[in-house]
């Protein structure tokens, strides 16, 4: 029997994972908070999620085709769909379409095919669209409808949301935590319900997509600076689980902060990572002009990657240690 020798590159061994498995998974996570963004934001919510979806598709489609020149095209693994989900769960749902089309440009274009496409981008797309937007358009993109107006879009009536009553110091005012946790408040659309969110979390580790490690050390971190802040003066200072429950802390924990291209490796990076997000999320939102923080957290900590994977490698197998 003759012998050969097969010489190849790792991996050698693979489980039957791929992207398109993980992409599409994660988006049936997103289907419980898309479901709970219509029943509280109604017409409003599918219109801005649909133009979010379609742009994303066309842009990175025609990119593709007719900018990079590649043959093969690439929105049939889901990551622009996923992109898109997620920029328009960080959107409110009066937002006007042309906005929601230069968000979709500038995360898709920008965000992810500048850097040569999905694996290579260093920044989370969907935030780079949404940051964008928030810059550009401050007005138009803090401007939160009301939940209960279900045929309503372009003319809802807004309201503040819980972040800018914390921010104004009107803790009385802020809705029931049991309200805040079913969804029925103001804010993005796919950030309001934590049952919502925390049931695609479960879905998510039952099918191995992510692990605890990030979106723990994000809520961990969270809840902990907020309730020392909260025993220092309950009076100023909301209870921390309000903190947990408002905004888009479960949101960027669970689906943003964990995207396998921006976020580190191994688990003493994702601890780290998630423990920094979660201290500059807290910051921002006690000490800086923004209600809300966790877009920019994100984004600042998206660029430290490099360095947490650098410093928390494993030893080469046979080292030995000084």
Known sequence: MENKLILSTSPHLHNGDT???NMYNVI?????????????FGVGSLVVTLASVVSCVFFEWSITKYLLK????????????????LLAFNLPSNLPLYIIVIGSLVAIGVGKMTFGG????PFNPALVGRVFLLVSFPAKMTTWPVTGQLTAYADAVTGATPLA????????????????????????????????????????????????????????????????MWLINPETYANP???????????????MATDYVTSP???????????CIGLLVMVIRLFGSYPEGMSFAILIMNSVVPLLDNWCKPKRFGEVGK
Not at 29 to 39: E, K
Not at 245 to 253: F, N, P, Q, T
């Open 19 to 21: 992207v398109e498995r």
């Open 28 to 40: 049936l996570a997103l289907i419980p908070a898309l479901i709970a963004s219509f029943l509280f």
């Open 70 to 85: 590649r043959d093969r095209s690439t929105i049939s693994d889901g990551s622009a769909v996923l992109t898109g989900l």
């Open 118 to 121: 999905l694996g290579n981008n």
């Open 165 to 228: 009553l914390i921010k104004q110091g009107a803790i009385d005012q802020l809705p029931p935590l049991g309200q805040m946790f079913l969804g029925n408040t103001g804010g993005c659309i796919g950030e309001v319900s934590v049952l919502a969110l925390l049931i695609g979390f479960a879905w998510l580790l039952h099918k191995k997509v992510i692990t605890w490690h990030i979106p723990v050390s994000i809520m961990v971190t969270v809840f902990v600076l907020a309730g020392v």
């Open 241 to 255: 689980l309000y903190h947990l429950c408002s905004g888009g802390v479960m949101l960027g924990a669970i689906f």
């Open 265 to 275: 490796m191994t688990g003493k990076g994702q601890i780290i990572y998630g423990i």
